[in-house]
């Protein structure tokens, strides 16, 4: 837009600019809308005395690209964070997440199928009663997991994700393994880890003394720890579906 509206008039894409501004055009009346909301430093008054063209010019002249893309980037992480906040459904995600940032996990899980399964777990885009249930609205505190109902002494707990991660017989092999393997790669024989601090997949840079390859070597073993234990409960599930079907 700036560098069009100061072409010569002679300029093709100048007169299309032209046309646009003297129709009012959505092109345009978008375009003068983004600039005057986060292009300039203090908002912009369209001088009603002066023609459409003009004001278009001085509009341009004001656009700052620094602040354009700071309050671009400043609104969208707002809606971002707002939109996690008013979302029941999202509760256990923004316990994960305080910025938007590309997460390690993406890059360094061992397969497509260990990264999927994190990112379901995250997003709770997952057949945990916690999720299943909200479809089915089924009271919160009645979204009981079904195999600590059924093979755990009757024990009545909401199966949600950090109680897969952490409390579920169901997945005591692979946590098992997990803390044991993650014990031997910090070099800490009474390391534990709560359902957030797994579910991030990582640990904090500044906190441990793991070379990049360590660290990697973490985000493997977690990534894959979270898709077995929740392909584990999803088996039960299904075996338990059957039997009830049959």
Not at 22 to 44: A, H, P, R, V
Not at 218 to 227: D, F, L, P
């Amino acid at each position: 837009f700036k560098r069009v509206i100061h072409l010569d008039q002679s300029n093709f894409a100048k007169a299309a600019m032209n046309e646009q501004i003297s129709l009012g055009l959505s092109w345009f009346t978008n375009i003068k809308s983004t600039i005057i909301n986060f292009g300039t430093e203090d908002g912009y008054c369209f001088n009603q005395n002066s023609s459409d063209i003009i004001n278009s010019t001085l509009l341009a002249d004001k656009v700052s690209p620094q602040t354009f893309v700071g309050k671009l980037q400043g609104h969208f992480n707002q809606s971002w964070k707002n939109t996690i906040d008013q979302s029941s459904r999202l509760s256990f995600y923004k316990m994960l997440k305080d910025g938007i940032s590309w997460e390690s996990y993406l890059d360094h899980s061992r397969s497509f199928e260990d990264r999927k399964m994190s990112s379901r777990i995250r997003c709770s885009a997952h057949k945990l009663h916690i999720e299943t249930g909200r479809h089915s609205k089924t009271p919160r505190d009645d979204r009981i997991c079904e195999y600590c109902s059924i093979e755990n002494h009757g024990l009545q707990v909401i199966e949600d994700e950090v109680h897969l991660l952490t409390e579920c017989p169901v997945g005591d092999s692979h946590r098992e393994k997990m803390i044991s393997l993650l014990r031997e790669l910090h070099n800490k024989p009474n390391l534990s880890m709560d359902g957030i601090s797994i579910a991030k997949t990582t640990v904090d840079p500044d906190t441990t003394n793991l070379s990049n390859q360590q660290h990697i070597r973490h985000i493997e073993i977690v990534t894959r720890a979270i898709k077995c234990m929740y392909k584990s409960a999803l088996k039960y599930k299904k075996c338990q579906h059957q039997i009830s079907t049959c």
